[in-house]
Every structure is written in C-alpha cells, then in structure tokens.
C-alpha cells in the first residue's frame, strides 16, 4: 500500500496495534515484462558464472532530488523511523521476477504513476560465457542455438627450454595431454633430452615403495669384482678368504647402524649337545667378544697377536669364549667394535701377503684342526649366524651370504660330516657300521641334495669317514633348502624340525641329521 492508504475509511482502527508494513516496491510490479528481453539461459548442466547483479531503478514515486515522496493529495509521506518496519524487513537484494498479473487496485482508487522504462541490459554474450539458446521472437520461430567454436587439433608448440622444464613432469606421469604429446614428439628429435628423460623415469622407477630399501648383499662383492676388473689389485685377497672378509664386512655394516642402547640388546645362542638344544644368553657387545676370542686362533696360526693371549688361553673355543667373558670387568659396550674389526683386517692382510702356501696351514680347536682355508671359511659362516643373531635381537634385515660363498659353507659342512658320524658312532648315539670299505674305496652312501639358493649335490659316507661317497652305492636321500639346512648345522633348528625331503634308509636318515645338528657349537 501507498501513503494513500492512510486516507481510506476505518483503516485506521482496523490495523492499529499491528505491526506497519511498508508499501510494496513499485518497479517489480509496474513493469510491462513481456517488453522485458530476458537473459539467455545457461547451458544444461552448467553453473551460472559469479557476476554483479544490475542495479534496480529507483520507483518512480521517489523524485531524483532524493526528497520523500509525495501522495496523490501533494503532501508527503511521513518518515516511519527505525522501528519494527525495519526490523522486519531486511534489506531488498535480488530476488526471482514475479509472473506477470493483475495490477492490484490502490486503495484510493487513484492508480499508481507509471514507473519509467529501465535500461536496455547488456547484451548476452557478455554475460554468459556460452551463450543458451534465447527467447523465441514475436514471430513464433525461434533462432537456431550459435554454432561451438571450432577446436584446433594442431599440436601444441612449445620451445626447447620449457620442454626441457618439463621432461621431470613426464617422467612422473604427472603431464597434460597437450604436454605429453609435445614432449614425446621432441624426444624424438633432441639427443640430449631424450636421454635425460631416459635417466628420469629409470630414477622413477626407484621412488616405488613395494622393494626393500635394504642394499643387495652381493653389492659390495659386485663393486670389487668390477673394481679388480678394471684395475686388479697388486696383492688379491685369496679366494678362499673372501667370503670370511665379505661375512666380516657385512657384520660390521650392522653394528655401525645400530645404537649405543642396542648393544646392550639381549642375544639368545644356541647349539646342540649330544641330543638336546642348549642356549646361552648374552649381548650384542658379549656376542662380538665372542667371535673376537675364537678369530684368535687363526691369529695364533698366523703368528699374530692373540687378544687372550695365546700361551695360556685354551684351545676349545667354548672354553675361550667363557675365559674372555668371565676376564672381563665390566658388561662389553661398543668399545668392542674396534679391536674385532681390527683384528679380522689384520687376519685377511696377512693372509694375502703370505700367498698360497699358508692356506694349509693347520688351525688347532682343541678336540680337532682345520687347515686354515677351512678355518676362515668355518669363521666365515659362524659370523654369517650371529649376525643373524644380532638382527633378530635388534629387528634388523639380515639376509643370507651371497650363492657362491653358501655353497662353500655347504661345502664344508658336508666334507665334516662322516668324521662326526663316526664320533656319534663311537660314543654310541648312532647306527653301526653295516659294510666297512678300505680308506678311498666307495661305500654306502647318503644322497645329500640341497635346493635353492648356493645349493648342489653331496653324497656322504656312513660306515667310515675314509670311505668316499659314490652314487652308485647311495641308500637315501635328503633333499634340503640351503638356508635351512644350514640353520641345521648352526643348531638354530631340530633335526626333527628340519622340512626334509627323505627317501631310502630311515636309519640313515636320521644319523646324518643328528650329525649335521652336532657341529654346531657356541
């Protein structure tokens, strides 16, 4: 209503004490719409673009001094002041065009004045980015929606630098369409990028997560290898002692990773005696002490110092491993480290500068000997299992020896097995002898197999440990995984526990088992 309204009878008592509403804005309701060109619409799908809403052109009642309009009468309208009308109404902003209808009827009976025809908007294809199809025409046949502009199939051209730029993209598979279609065919054209973006996605290709970031074990025996290819060292380390120095040198990555707190670590050792599985606990430091202690009697073979000195300390290495623990005072720390890693640099130096005539040279154990070639392989694989002990104590990835110095160690486990058969035999822990040949000749044998890694075939004598094993005079057979059967010889395992593939003779069986068990020691 307009301030006319106040002029009409009764209307004053009807609506006293009600709320006042203010009289409705006349330029949404006296425009002619139909004259109105409306926008065009979106596209289906689409979202209308952010963009500012015209302004609305002031009611026609209001005169362009900003003064208050005035009633059909010529006086003007009171100001309501802030009050309830204000609180109720919110500030006009944009809202949805009211379908056209009847004009409603003022209340004096006098009509509205007309309202002035609002500006022209602004053409559509300012508007809207993709224009929709418009209103239909006042013929009836609407216009045919604008053609999509032509897409260019070219390739995309870009220069050398910012393909260069983007050669790390490609390799990550992180480009455009566009990008990596001009990419590929630059390479096919540009030497030197085409081999940076060789080098790229090879260096991807390490970024993948699902390998192990742990080094190769055969790296270090791969670089020397390729190292004494291209420039042969002028004083080679032995082939019979490169695995103990690769086994040393392996261990000794290990203790530099780990903490000063872990070498206090508990370690759990274990071997076999006779028919049972005994253990010892220590720690990481007590485990290198102990390998350092048993190291000694090559350096006694050699003529080098031994850390316990030689002329008193015993021979058995059980016994010197006690003396070295019970010697010392206080619980070893890492301190040990060093002497042990000295010592094995001065065994392999030694060894390397004697030649070829000190690898007979004969290691006493006490209860029996070894030659020295023996002895370095023996200290080899006894490093290879306490290191195992140490990673299993400080939950470190240790894997095994590489396939050519596994099947040395196999080797020399196999080569000692008829000498600790007979030794079971004769303390009564093993079958009889059922045909015993003269020293050389073939006798009854076991066919030893191992599977997988550095493994091979091995046949072992029974009756006598002079006796050579022959495939024509074989009775059984084991088949065992390298790993595991090692890890039988270290004690770590049970012969019953051992996944053994057995056919022939049970009885055979089983003593070469539990003679492949009782090698192991502390």
């Known amino acids: 209503m307009t301030g006319g309204g106040r002029e009409s009878e009764g209307g004053e008592e009807e609506v006293r004490g009600a709320r006042r509403i203010p009289g409705p804005r006349g330029a949404a309701d006296d425009l002619d719409l139909a004259s109105v060109p409306l926008p065009p619409l979106p596209p289906p799908g689409g979202s209308a673009p952010d963009e500012a809403v015209p302004e609305q052109s002031q009611p026609a009642s209001a005169s362009a001094s900003g003064d208050a309009p005035e009633s059909d009468a010529g006086e003007p309208e009171p100001d309501p002041g802030p009050g309830p009308a204000a609180e109720a109404w919110p500030e006009p902003g944009p809202c949805p065009e009211p379908e056209p209808g009847p004009e409603p009827e003022p209340a004096d009976g006098h009509p509205h004045p007309a309202a002035p025809e609002p500006e022209p908007a602004a ?61 590929e065919d630059h390479l096919t054209g540009c030497a030197p990028c085409a081999d940076e973006a060789l080098r790229l996605r090879d260096a991807v290709g390490l970024l993948h997560t699902d390998g192990s970031l742990d080094l190769d074990p055969t790296l270090r025996t791969r670089v020397l290898d390729g190292c004494f290819g291209r420039r042969p060292a002028r004083i080679p380390v032995p082939e019979w002692a490169a695995p103990y120095d690769a086994e040393t040198a392996r261990l000794d990555a290990l203790l530099r990773d780990i903490g000063d707190s872990e070498w206090h670590a508990p370690v759990r050792l274990q071997w076999f005696e006779e028919e049972r599985r005994v253990s010892r606990r220590t720690t990481v430091a007590g485990v290198i002490g102990h390998l350092m202690a048993v190291d000694g009697l090559l350096s006694a073979a050699l003529g080098l110092d031994d850390p316990l000195d030689g002329g008193k300390a015993p021979l058995d290495p059980t016994e010197r491993t006690e003396t070295y623990w019970s010697a010392t005072r206080r619980p070893p720390t890492r301190a040990v480290r060093e002497p042990w890693r000295a010592q094995s640099h001065e065994l392999i130096r030694t060894a390397s500068f004697a030649g070829r005539n000190v690898a007979e040279t004969s290691v006493s154990y006490g209860a029996f000997a070894l030659p ?3 002895a370095a392989l023996d200290r080899a694989f006894e490093c290879w299992v306490h290191g195992g002990d140490i990673a299993d104590a400080v939950d470190y990835p240790y894997p095994a020896p590489s396939a050519a110095h596994l099947h040395r160690m196999i080797d020399l486990a196999a080569r000692m097995l008829p000498a600790a058969l007979a030794g079971r035999r004769s303390a009564g822990l093993a079958g009889p002898a059922k045909d015993l040949v003269a020293a050389g000749a073939p006798g009854r044998s076991l066919h030893l197999e191992i599977e997988g890694h550095g493994g091979g075939d091995w046949y072992i004598a029974l009756d006598s440990p002079a006796a050579v094993g022959a495939p024509e005079r074989a009775v059984a057979q084991v088949a065992l995984d390298g790993v595991e059967f090692c890890r039988l010889v270290a004690g770590h395992i049970s012969p019953v526990e051992a996944a053994a593939g057995q056919e022939g003779d049970r009885e055979a069986i089983r003593d070469v088992l539990f003679a492949a068990a009782s090698l192991s020691r502390l």
């Open 123 to 183: 053409p559509a294809a300012e508007a809207w980015p993709e224009p929709g199809p418009g209103p239909e025409p006042a013929g009836g046949t609407p216009e045919p929606p604008a053609p999509d502009p032509p897409v260019s199939s070219a390739p995309v051209v870009l220069p050398h630098q910012v393909l260069k730029a983007l050669l790390g993209a490609w390799a990550l598979s992180a480009c455009s369409a566009e990008e990596t279609a001009a990419v």
């Open 372 to 374: 020295l070639q023996d």
